[in-house]
């Protein structure tokens, strides 16, 4: 299963870390000290390792051969931002896109010549973040720490698209807007004072609610999903 690969692969990070870590904090003290202190502009990169339901597929739209799977993800890809206090606290704003579509053909012909239905969604995600370094060894080789982050995004919207022989019927369904939260701990080496790797592990939840374009309850509706997540975690930065 793929949870279980991610799960090897972070036991090898955390692993590698472990036992990196005080042979480079012996061999190359004083390059792992330089430029550490002070502010850095970072980029970080994280590969989604276990999604925030737990499950390897996601939310389903449509139904058929045309239904399209979103990731339940909550993970932002790339974050942008500035480490602080020593480089010990690190804020920053994380992005996340992802976009879809399916074709599936209906008529006598045995081709699309009959009837073409095109189903397509996609979604994006902003996540302000925030991480701090509990515990680090005294070269900064390695380091403990916190992190959360506010999952702010857009999907759960689609367009369906039905063409025949002289007639297009477009349906368009809007996206829902979600919030949630994620809060985790994680453990990274820095390879050298701009570039390191590490691996996080937490729990998060997102919800949103639809009143269905209509006054009244009848048609409200309210979806809320929680779980754990894991990443493998990039990071490289710059001193200023």
């Known amino acids: ?5 991610v799960l090897l692969s972070s036991f090898l990070v955390v692993t590698a870390l472990v036992s ?13 000290s330089s430029g550490g202190g002070g502010v850095r502009i970072a980029l970080q990169g994280r590969v989604d390792a276990l999604n925030i339901a737990g499950l390897d597929n996601g939310f389903t739209l449509g139904g058929g051969g045309g239904a399209l799977t979103i990731p339940l993800t909550f993970v932002p890809q790339v974050t942008a931002g500035v480490r602080l206090v020593d480089t010990r606290l690190f804020l920053g704003l994380g992005l996340g ?53 506010l999952n702010l995004a857009s999907f759960g919207g689609q367009t ?32 050298s004072p701009a570039f390191a790797v590490g691996t996080e592990w937490g729990w ?37």
């Open 1 to 5: 299963m793929r949870s279980n690969g």
């Open 20 to 32: 990196a870590a005080p042979a480079a904090a012996q061999d190359q003290p004083a390059a792992a």
């Open 97 to 149: 896109f992802f976009g879809a579509s399916s074709s599936e053909c209906a008529g006598s012909s045995g081709g699309c010549a009959d009837e073409e239905t095109t189903t397509s969604t996609s979604g994006f995600g902003l996540a302000p973040l925030v991480s701090f370094d509990l515990l680090r060894d005294p070269a900064r080789i390695a380091a403990l720490y916190i992190l959360g982050w």
């Open 160 to 191: 369906v698209e039905t063409v025949r022989p002289g007639m297009t019927d477009t349906r368009t369904t809007d996206n829902d807007f979600w919030w949630g939260v994620n809060a985790g701990i994680g453990v990274r080496a820095n390879i």
């Open 204 to 240: 998060g939840f997102a919800t949103t609610s639809n009143d269905g374009g209509t006054a009244g309850p009848p048609d409200d509706s309210s979806l809320f999903i929680h779980g754990i997540f894991g990443t493998i975690f990039l990071e490289g930065s710059i001193g200023l």
